[in-house]
């Protein structure tokens, strides 16, 4: 069996699945919070804020989970790349957490009848949404782009595939700092097309780490010097 594989698939399922869940949260929730009155707009569907507010938990879960994944193999090459993927995908995870309670507590005021209190309250939870989930977008980038590099490095995936993921993170994090300082909407045009190649990039990896795995030889130490670890030895 290849080295890691099992870490491999992992890897390549949660990509799958942090991308498939992402999608479907903003499915769930975005239509209602970008209504013009979008406090009434959940209190007639707040099920489905609340099934958003799950689906994003589960998509912070995934996102963590993918760093995590891809550390044993990455830490043999670059140890110090591999530790910083995990702790800021890890925040991305928590900010999205945290975003998900947003959502959570949105459907709570919702629910109000002193509409002019709540709108207020509203207005500073959906801001608080929206700014932990645009920071968990600039650490995962971030973070990506720390894994990325580390695969360039040791091409435990072909190059031209993490410097493709190396060079869509770059533009993410633009795009995402774009919005931050408010020269770009959240989910314009622009933005979506800019984040498109991360999003065939991650794609093709996660079927690249299910089918082929990790492009490694494992290894064992004997007195100070590395030696390959035969099939029969191991």
């Known amino acids: 069996m290849r080295p890691y594989l099992v870490n491999a698939r992992v890897a390549g399922a949660l990509f799958i ?4 869940l992402s999608l479907i949260n903003s499915a769930l929730i975005r239509p209602l919070l970008a209504a013009p009155d979008y406090l009434t707009a959940i209190s007639l569907d707040p099920g489905r804020v609340t099934a958003g507010a799950f689906v994003q938990v ?38 999205y957490i945290v ?3 947003g ?21 500073l939870l959906l801001t608080l949404r929206d700014s932990a989930s645009l920071i968990g977008i600039i650490a995962a980038y971030i973070g990506c782009s720390l894994y990325y590099l580390a695969m360039a490095l040791s091409r435990v995936v072909p190059r031209w595939l993490a410097l493709w993921g190396l060079a869509s993170t770059t533009l993410g994090v633009v795009a995402a700092v774009g919005v931050f300082c408010g020269a770009i909407t959240l989910l314009s045009p622009i933005q979506i097309v ?30 100070g010097t590395q030696q390959p670890v035969t099939a029969a030895s191991r």
């Open 17 to 20: 699945a942090a991308t498939a």
């Open 58 to 95: 589960l998509t912070g879960l995934s996102c963590a989970g993918i760093a995590v994944a891809l550390y044993p193999a990455l830490r043999r090459h670059a140890e110090a790349l591999s530790v910083g993927a995990v702790a800021l995908r890890t925040v991305e995870g928590l900010l």
């Open 99 to 101: 975003s998900a309670l």
């Open 103 to 123: 959502a959570l507590l949105l459907v709570a005021i919702a629910q109000r009848p002193d509409r002019s209190a709540a709108a207020l309250a509203g207005d």
């Open 194 to 223: 800019v984040n498109l190649p991360i999003f065939l990039n991650e794609l093709v990896l996660a079927g690249w780490l299910l089918v082929k795995g990790f492009a490694i030889a494992p290894t064992t130490t004997t007195q």
